[in-house]
């Protein structure tokens, strides 16, 4: 089934600490049974808005969306790749949960689907036990970022001397995806941006071997997909967490061919596999 078109809306939601998050919902278009809300979690120096045509997919399922700008990126508050706390964007997204589930009838299903480290950032979430959720969608989660050993080395120095000085984070555009026109998008698009600072790549570095440690224990429902030709993150993090986790919870599916945008291939199955999952599930 083709993505059903719809309006979103664009609103501020301003976080526990004060902070502004900017918010971008999908309803649902008219006459169709809503099945659950899925929150977005964007991947690092994106945004939500990046997602709409996930989104528009979704809302043709059945799923009305909400996705949101990360602190220090997109539309929200903060400097572009700083993290003011380790807990951050954890926090954030407990507030979204929060707001999201305020909105919801009790028995609606809320499932969180993150990319690249919006997928560390929701499986951390998960695996603390944050917020209740009902699934979890994973695409190319940066659970291993796949560091060298310069790399390491400043991590070890710049989160304690200077946790908020911003480098640029050394992505290779091109290799985003197959398809020439998310890579030129991606380019033109004044709302990305490429910094990181010391103390966000912390806790990228931690949070990602501290996620595969606890999959031997995972009891939400998830979709792992992920692209075996990443070379923005070590899919040998998606690999070591399939391998621990039970898999009657976990659904493992690995694009052997596919870049690290697994959503923006030009490649059906990747949107195929993802509604197979959620109609056997919702």
């Known amino acids: 089934m083709s993505a059903v078109p ?18 971008q919902d999908w309803p649902l278009p008219e006459g169709l049974a809503l ?25 043709g399922w059945g799923f009305a969306v909400r996705g949101y700008d990360q602190y220090g990126h ?8 700083a993290l003011p706390a380790s807990s951050r964007l954890l926090d ?3 507030d979204i949960v929060d707001s999201t589930r305020a909105r919801m009838e009790p028995e609606t299903p809320l ?13 951390c979430f998960v695996a603390q036990a944050r917020r209740e959720v009902d699934a979890l969608v994973l695409t190319s989660p940066a659970l291993d970022p796949g560091l060298n050993s310069f790399q390491r080395m400043l991590l070890a120095i710049m989160p304690r001397v200077a946790p908020n000085f911003t480098v640029g984070n050394g992505l290779d555009v091109d290799l985003l995806s197959h398809d020439a026109n998310v890579v030129s998008a991606y380019r033109n698009d004044a709302r990305v941006h490429d910094r990181i600072s010391g103390r966000l790549a912390r806790f990228i570095a ?5 996620v595969v440690s606890q999959a031997q224990r995972w009891t939400v429902p998830t979709l792992l997909m992920y692209a075996g030709e990443d070379h923005l993150v070590n899919p040998q993090g998606s690999r070591d967490f399939a391998a ?5 919870v976990v659904t493992v599916r690995c694009f052997d061919d596919l870049y690290h945008e697994v959503l ?6 990747v949107f195929e596999q993802l509604r197979q999952w959620l109609d056997a599930r919702f």
């Open 6 to 23: 719809s309006d979103s809306t664009l609103s501020t939601f301003t976080a526990s600490d004060g902070d502004n998050l900017a918010v």
């Open 35 to 59: 099945r659950g809300v899925i929150v977005l979690v964007h991947g690092l120096g994106e945004h939500a808005g990046r997602y709409d045509h996930v989104a528009r997919r979704l809302n």
């Open 74 to 81: 997109g539309e929200s508050g903060g400097v572009r790749g």
């Open 92 to 94: 954030d997204l407990a």
């Open 111 to 123: 499932i969180l689907l993150g990319h690249s480290m919006g997928g560390l950032v929701a499986s």
């Open 206 to 210: 931690d949070a990602g071997p501290w």
């Open 244 to 248: 621990k986790a039970p898999k009657e």
């Open 264 to 269: 923006n291939e030009p490649d059906a199955r």
